[in-house]
């Protein structure tokens, strides 16, 4: 078994996951409740269209998860996401702004779809006439 699979498997738990935020992020005060946390899909993948060039991009995060009731300093949506690596890999930081791109691109892609939609049938008259 690959130390990456017992990473992700241990910090899957909820008590666990939110124990190291709150720890590092909070100095051990209980802000991020476990029993709030809830698991988000890990795998994220967009198409890139360039002039008359195509790419896809697949990426995978070790872990994420949203705590969507917190209501601390105001805030009501929480996404936390955890890396593990056995050893330091200084490109870490570009491969974590490539998941947050491929992310904000699908997002991206589907509020336009909703978007252009919502606008398209502005275009059209109540008997379904332009």
């Known amino acids: 078994m690959s130390p990456d699979t017992v990473l992700k498997n241990y910090w899957s738990g909820n008590e666990e996951f939110a124990d190291l935020f709150n720890a590092v992020l909070f100095n ?64 870490m930081p570009l491969r974590v702004m490539g998941y947050d791109y491929a992310t904000y691109k699908k997002q991206y892609d589907n509020n336009a779809r909703q978007y252009q939609d919502v606008s398209s049938g502005m275009d059209e008259h109540s008997d379904g006439s332009k």
């Open 28 to 91: 051990g005060k209980q802000v991020i409740i476990p029993n709030e946390l809830e698991n988000e899909d890990t795998e994220a993948s967009v198409v890139l269209v360039r002039r008359n060039h195509m790419q896809g991009i697949k990426a995978a995060r070790d872990n994420i998860k949203i705590q969507k009731k917190s209501t601390v300093y105001g805030v009501q949506f929480v996404l936390l996401g955890l890396e593990s690596q056995e050893h330091i890999h200084y490109a």
